[in-house]
T-cell receptor
């Protein structure tokens, strides 16, 4: 079993829909949770960075962390074709020397 | 303020040749990570370096692969005697210090013929 599980998709939704992307993990020591967006042939760029449980909102993006369920989510409201990309979750803890553990990424397609 | 710069963007090598991948971190960043990514797969950690120091190389194959981050100049990932299985995208990321947010370069796509 991988430490971080993420459905690779692709996930295809119409423009304007609310998108929900998720990761589950097995290591209860993880405290830092990140979502990165990666466009084709580009490096990942950081979207959201959260510590411990709770919600964080930034524009159309909301990140949720549920440590009791070992489950994190990224919601995208009013999705746009420009949101089409691969979304990777990553997480770490102090004990792992802040080494990020990555999900495989979910490919998201927003249809105009 | 330029971001993380990687070059070359594409590198083609024949089996047995050497590949040298370069990464210039963001200004003010003294920590560099190297990752490898295969199509449809996540990022695989290879090595974590500070200037003149390898902090963690647990993700790097013991043979043929080496990395450095000298006091002056870019970080270098070196792959000797490349094989077809080395074909992948190699990403570099930099940060100010351990545990802080990573900023990625655009990667080097290595193709081994």
């Amino acid at each position: 079993q991988k430490e971080v599980e993420q459905d690779p998709g692709p996930l295809s939704v119409p423009e304007g829909a609310i998108v929900s992307l998720n990761c589950t993990y097995s290591n209860s020591a993880f405290q830092y949770f990140m979502w990165y967006r990666q466009y084709s042939r580009k490096g990942p760029e950081l979207l959201m960075y959260t510590y411990s449980s709770g919600n964080k909102e930034d524009g159309r993006f909301t990140a949720q962390v549920d440590k009791s369920s070992k489950y994190i989510s990224l919601f995208i409201r009013d999705s746009q074709p420009s949101d089409s990309a691969t979304y990777l979750c990553a997480m770490s803890d102090v004990d792992s020397n802040y080494q990020l553990i990555w999900g495989a990424g979910t490919k998201l397609i927003i249809k105009p | 303020n330029a971001g993380v710069m990687q070059n070359p963007r594409h590198l083609v090598r024949r089996r047995g040749q050497e590949a040298r991948l370069r990464c210039s971190p963001m200004k003010g960043h003294s920590h560099v990570y190297w990752y490898r990514q295969l199509p449809e797969e996540g990022l695989k950690f290879m090595v974590y370096l500070q200037k003149e120091n390898i902090i963690d190389e647990s993700g790097m194959p013991k043979e043929r692969f080496s990395a450095e981050f000298p006091k002056e100049g870019p970080s270098i990932l070196r792959i000797q005697q490349v094989v077809r299985g080395d074909s992948a995208a190699y990403f570099c990321a930099s940060t100010t210090s351990r545990g802080e947010k990573l900023f990625f370069g655009s990667g080097t796509q290595l193709s081994v013929l």
